[in-house]
């Protein structure tokens, strides 16, 4: 069978005009590409070194630079070395579903933005999976949840407006840390149960003192860390104190079963009491312990007078008080006073220290008596 013969040109005037028309098109397009051939029926290629444009893509060939021009030099698609670029003057998105609408950011009717990029600022309406480090140095906007599988690395913030979960299953809490996996205890009496809606929730498998939580000065030698039921100091410098400050007039508390067990007073200076019970030949009394001060009787050889002496000197001069004990109050007869008006009165009161003198006889005599005594000074600086 033989290939049918080409439709002849029309003669005459019209034949004329239309091969006329054919040509000026032709002209005009190497007149707008230059050099170019057409080397098959689905492919134009500009030579000598440009693109190839095939019925199904374009060949740009080993040509770097700025490629695509979609708007302006400012919008487009280009190469570097091992690098393939695309050039915004502001925003990128990727949109599902939806129509185009001529609007900054807007995905068009009944169509979603899965994925934005703004001046720096990412935003993902859905999950983001990150496997290995990711490194943030300015902002990271997250809608849903942020699963972290690998180490993070933030330069600046990071904004959650869902839950973060750092390892296996977190509850929902805005920030919710958990070192091993939880579960409910099993044991009778009572269950535990993890809660949600928190601003932070911490859990691992710990001790009371163990390191769950801490939080350090920057050369890492001091801190305070949380165990499951203990707060406690941290860090490797020795004796560190642990402090517990009121700001302005309020009190340092501490309850128990929603009572103030303790209640210390605070915005005016931090305190510390020294207290004892002595006998009448300066031995502590039945059932106590001397705990920071010292007792020296018949101090210059008198017999009813007693020195004490602070352990740790207060700063300045402290507030103090002492009681001759009335009464046989250790069932050891001559150790109280059997006369109502026997006394124990403060001599002199020193930064480390203080005298006491005791009166047998309604306080006309002197005599070894038994009495107690507590003194209220700041703190060491």
Same mark, same amino acid.
Request: glycine share 16%; proline share 5%; aromatic share 8%.
């Given at each position: 069978?033989?290939?049918?013969?080409?439709?002849?040109?029309?003669?005459?005037?019209?034949?004329?005009?239309?091969?006329?028309?054919?040509?000026?098109?032709?002209?005009?397009?190497?007149?707008?590409?230059?050099?170019?051939?057409?080397?098959?029926?689905?492919?134009?290629?500009?030579?000598?070194?440009?693109?190839?444009?095939?019925?199904?893509? *374009?060949?740009?060939?080993?040509?770097?630079?700025?490629?695509?021009?979609?708007?302006?030099?400012?919008?487009?698609?280009?190469?570097?070395?091992?690098?393939?670029?695309?050039?915004?003057?502001?925003?990128?998105?990727?949109?599902?579903?939806?129509?185009?609408?001529?609007?900054?950011?807007?995905?068009?009717?009944?169509?979603?933005?899965?994925?934005?990029?703004?001046?720096?600022?990412?935003?993902?309406?859905?999950?983001?999976?990150?496997?290995?480090?990711?490194?943030?140095?300015?902002?990271?906007?997250?809608?849903?949840?942020?699963?972290?599988?690998?180490?993070?690395?933030?330069?600046?913030?990071?904004?959650?407006?869902?839950?973060?979960?750092?390892?296996?299953?977190?509850?929902?809490?805005?920030?919710?840390?958990?070192?091993?996996?939880?579960?409910?205890?099993?044991?009778?009496?009572?269950?535990?149960?993890?809660?949600?809606?928190?601003?932070?929730?911490?859990?691992?498998?710990?001790?009371?003192?163990?390191?769950?939580?801490?939080?350090?000065?920057?050369?890492?030698?001091?801190? *305070?860390?949380?165990?499951?039921?203990? *707060?406690?100091?941290?860090?490797?410098?020795?004796?560190?104190?642990?402090?517990?400050?009121?700001?302005?007039?309020?009190?340092?508390?501490? &309850?128990?079963?929603?009572?103030?067990?303790?209640?210390?007073?605070?915005?005016?200076?931090?305190?510390?009491?020294?207290?004892?019970?002595?006998? &009448?030949? &300066?031995?502590?009394?039945?059932?106590?312990?001397?705990?920071?001060?010292?007792?020296?009787?018949?101090?210059?050889?008198?017999?009813?007078?007693?020195?004490?002496?602070?352990?740790?000197?207060?700063?300045?001069?402290?507030?103090?008080?002492?009681?001759?004990?009335?009464?046989?109050?250790?069932?050891?007869?001559?150790?109280?006073?059997?006369?109502?008006?026997?006394?124990?009165?403060?001599?002199?009161?020193?930064?480390?220290?203080?005298? *006491?003198?005791?009166?047998?006889?309604? &306080?006309?005599?002197?005599?070894?008596?038994?009495?107690?005594?507590?003194?209220?000074?700041?703190?060491?600086?």
């Amino acid at each position: 069978m033989s290939r049918a013969s080409p439709t002849p040109e029309p003669t005459g005037e019209t034949g004329i005009n239309r091969r006329a028309l054919k040509l000026g098109l032709l002209a005009t397009l190497f007149a707008l590409v230059g050099r170019a051939t057409a080397h098959a029926q689905d492919a134009l290629t500009i030579a000598p070194d440009g693109a190839t444009i095939y019925a199904k893509y *374009i060949n740009f060939g080993k040509r770097l630079g700025a490629l695509l021009t979609l708007y302006d030099p400012d919008y487009g698609l280009g190469m570097q070395h091992f690098t393939l670029y695309a050039r915004s003057g502001k925003n990128f998105a990727w949109y599902k579903g939806g129509a185009y609408v001529e609007k900054e950011l807007d995905p068009g009717k009944d169509g979603a933005t899965m994925m934005s990029l703004s001046d720096g600022t990412l935003t993902v309406s859905d999950n983001f999976i990150g496997k290995g480090e990711a490194t943030v140095e300015k902002s990271l906007a997250v809608s849903a949840t942020f699963v972290g599988k690998g180490d993070a690395t933030l330069g600046k913030s990071l904004a959650v407006a869902g839950g973060v979960a750092t390892q296996g299953t977190a509850g929902k809490n805005t920030l919710d840390v958990q070192r091993a996996e939880r579960t409910n205890w099993a044991g009778t009496g009572w269950k535990g149960e993890h809660p949600t809606g928190l601003a932070l929730y911490v859990t691992a498998t710990s001790g009371e003192a163990d390191k769950l939580v801490e939080f350090r000065h920057s050369n890492g030698s001091q801190g *305070i860390g949380f165990g499951y039921n203990t *707060i406690y100091a941290t860090g490797p410098h020795p004796d560190q104190p642990l402090r517990l400050t009121a700001r302005g007039n309020g009190n340092v508390e501490i &309850g128990h079963n929603g009572q103030k067990a303790v209640a210390v007073a605070g915005g005016v200076e931090a305190l510390r009491i020294v207290r004892g019970v002595v006998n &009448g030949n &300066g031995t502590p009394f039945p059932g106590t312990v001397f705990s920071g001060f010292s007792v020296t009787p018949k101090a210059g050889g008198q017999a009813n007078l007693y020195d004490i002496a602070f352990t740790d000197p207060f700063p300045t001069v402290p507030a103090a008080f002492a009681t001759q004990i009335y009464g046989n109050l250790t069932g050891n007869p001559g150790e109280g006073s059997t006369t109502s008006g026997d006394t124990a009165n403060i001599v002199q009161v020193r930064p480390d220290g203080m005298r *006491i003198a005791t009166f047998a006889g309604g &306080g006309r005599s002197g005599g070894d008596r038994a009495f107690s005594f507590v003194v209220i000074g700041p703190q060491q600086a």
